[in-house]
């Protein structure tokens, strides 16, 4: 069991009660299976979204839960340890709805902010290029003004859920300056000149499509623009904090469900006529794996404490994508090994969530560029 934060209040401390049932009934039993078939479980997020989870922590009067952020990780979490996939693109969903409800104009956010917070549309995050992924300020997609509208062309890489998005934020250049020439824009599946290419073909999070997004004299509204022009370049950093959060949340799910079923086994495994886990290397293992994640879910919703309290959390942010995605990698391994050679197979689960952990040490930010971000912070 992950456990709760004792600060929560009852009915918070109910909502995620009642997630991690709806997860273990509901979501598990589709995780293989739709990772073998590569299949976008759409329906789970809409039946999550049925119970008003894809916008909680946003604003109530925004049509959002209300929830502090905190909580949101909490829920994200127990997602992500009976389903990643899902869990992804709750928080991917959430990353991109943030832009809109920070940034977009009265009008905009009017008509499209109750259809992302009710999970009737699905949003995507748009920054990463095929030749500007951790310097992601050299993208060079263009978004030249032409009357009351913005003309993109480029493209856009690693685009979670491409194909499936309803609402595509997306950042462009608008000027030649590296950082104060970029904007955001909030670009509807519907715009002429949109395309989506073919899915990578991945090791892990099979289920997750991720594909380019191909902009071809996309013509979008001015006022679909997010924030002030040139003003881009903060709002993706801003939105990426949050993000990571999200992405550390996933990941300690991930590891506490490997934890999970380690232990399980060496509970039940018998090899010269004892249980292997009472063997003191399994053991160590075992230590390592449930001390490394609680250590990752305290660090993550430290970090959510700041957010919700309006406090600088940029450092621990990368601080918590960090360690957990880590502690992730390493549990997984360890319950690969804890399982011998049918953690090999996919007859155990193990094998998914170690691929399926890779990635997290390398989206939202290499675990390199987190080590920089920390750094940088420290150094003033």
């Known amino acids: 069991m992950s456990g709760t934060d004792g600060a929560l209040a009852p009915e918070q401390r109910q909502l995620i009660e009642l997630v991690r049932a709806v997860a273990a009934a509901e979501l598990a039993p589709r995780a293989a299976p739709d990772d073998q078939a590569s299949a976008f479980p759409k329906d789970l997020f809409d039946q999550l979204a049925a119970l ?12 959002g839960g ?3 952020y905190g909580v949101y990780l909490q829920v994200l979490e127990e997602v992500a340890r009976c389903h990643a996939v899902v869990a992804l693109t709750l928080s991917v969903h959430a990353l991109a709805t943030w832009a809109v409800a920070a940034y977009a104009r009265p009008q905009l956010r009017a008509r499209v902010l109750p259809e992302l917070t009710a999970g009737r549309w699905l949003a995507a995050y748009c920054l990463s290029e095929p030749h500007s992924g951790s310097d992601a300020a050299a993208l060079s997609t263009r978004a030249e003004q032409d009357g009351d509208a913005y003309v993109l062309t480029g493209t856009k890489a690693w685009v979670t859920h ?28 519907s715009t002429p000149g949109l395309e989506v290419a073919p899915p990578e073909r991945k090791m892990g999070l099979r289920a997750s499509p991720t594909a380019q997004l191909l902009l071809d004299g996309a013509r979008v509204p001015a006022a679909h623009r997010l924030g002030a022009e040139g003003e881009g370049f903060p709002i993706a950093l801003a939105a990426l904090d949050g993000g990571r959060l999200g992405i550390a949340a996933c990941a300690v799910g991930l590891a506490q469900a490997a934890c999970d079923h380690a232990t399980a086994y060496a ?10 886990g009472d063997f003191q290397g399994i053991q160590f293992m075992l230590a390592d794996m449930a001390t490394s994640v609680a250590a990752a879910r305290a660090l993550y919703r430290e970090a959510a404490a700041r957010r919700d309290a309006a406090e600088p959390h940029r450092r621990l942010a990368s601080m918590a994508k960090l360690l957990a995605t880590d502690a992730a990698m390493q549990a997984t391994t360890d319950a690969v090994q804890v399982l011998g050679g049918y953690g090999y197979t996919e007859d155990y689960p193990v094998e998914r969530l170690l691929r399926e952990a890779k990635v997290m040490q390398i989206f939202e930010g290499t675990n390199q560029i987190q080590r920089v971000v920390i750094a940088r912070d420290l150094l003033g």
């Open 52 to 63: 008003d989870l894809a916008g909680l922590p946003f604003a109530e009067e925004d049509g």
């Open 267 to 276: 509970r039940e495994r018998e090899q010269f006529g004892q249980r292997i």
């Open 162 to 189: 491409a194909g499936h998005a309803d609402v595509y934020v997306v950042f462009a250049r608008t000027d030649p300056a590296k950082t104060r020439g970029v904007s955001a824009f909030c670009v509807e599946a």
């Open 66 to 68: 209300g929830q502090p």
